[in-house]
């Protein structure tokens, strides 16, 4: 027999609901459509009132009125998570650019309320006097989406399909390769930092034409690659081989393209991708390809875009 899905209902907060004290009217209208028979708010206004400042007296609070609230069939306790724990913020330098760092505060009352939420009890059998079931109910209220998405993981909260989501989304920028138009290398998305880039942004010109004519990358470097190839079978072609080899000079910085690995690199620096490339990337995350190459409709752009 196949485990009971877990589901998720969620309700947007009105347009006044904006702290603790005015969620607190919906929380209320719920504890009596639910005929619970006490309900519990724990914050830091509660500790304050009882001199809850040292860690033994802060715990001996929490102990006292989770035991009341045990007490009762029918019971519902809030936990405000922000005042209670808090989140610290950081931010830092490195040679990879700026990175912000969260962690959680008060360890200590984390691990405390975190154990309590999975407390939580609600009868699945309707007993012949429904006054008689068991409710145990538990909120935790906090505005840091760092703290939320923190405790959903640690309690093993069902996730909703925008959560899943967003952790599929930065699951994939931190593992996922993908391959930069410009320089043709691999890059991881959350790595992807000004500098990391180096490459060309002109086309490619033949300097012995009369025209000038225009060649894509893969035209020139499929044309020298040819000809290396004939002068390695015609040594009476090689003089002639090593001049024509020079012939192919980029617009942007005048630089003469040369094959092989000597074709990487570029005149400029910045960042993997441009606009179109990360369009097409968004459209390809449902794919969960763990790796995204090139496709030539992708290359065709990023040298059309070099032309303008």
Known sequence: LRAPKNIIIEHNLNENETNLQQLLERITRYGKDRNVQLLQLIDLNLLSSQSAYDEKKIFETLKERYDEYAAYHRSLIVYDLDSLIGVNKSESESSMGRSSNSSVVNQNIYTYVRARFREAVIEATVSPNDAQRVEKWTIAVTREPFLLRQFCVDVGFTQTKHEED???????????????????????????????????????????????????????????????SEAMSNSDRRDAVEREKNKFKWICCGATLQSGAGSTGGCKKGKHGFTDECRRSQQRRNQRQPMQRLDQDMIMEWETACRQ
Do not use: P, W
């Not at 490459?199 to 034409?209: E, L």
């Open 166 to 228: 967003e952790m599929e989304d930065e699951r994939r920028k931190s593992e996922d390769l993908i391959q930069c138009v410009k320089c043709r290398d691999f890059y991881i998305e959350n790595e992807n930092k000004m500098g990391s880039c180096t490459h060309h942004d002109g086309f490619i010109y033949d300097n012995a034409s009369a025209d000038l004519a225009y060649y894509s990358l893969n035209e020139a470097t499929l044309y020298l690659c040819k000809i290396e």
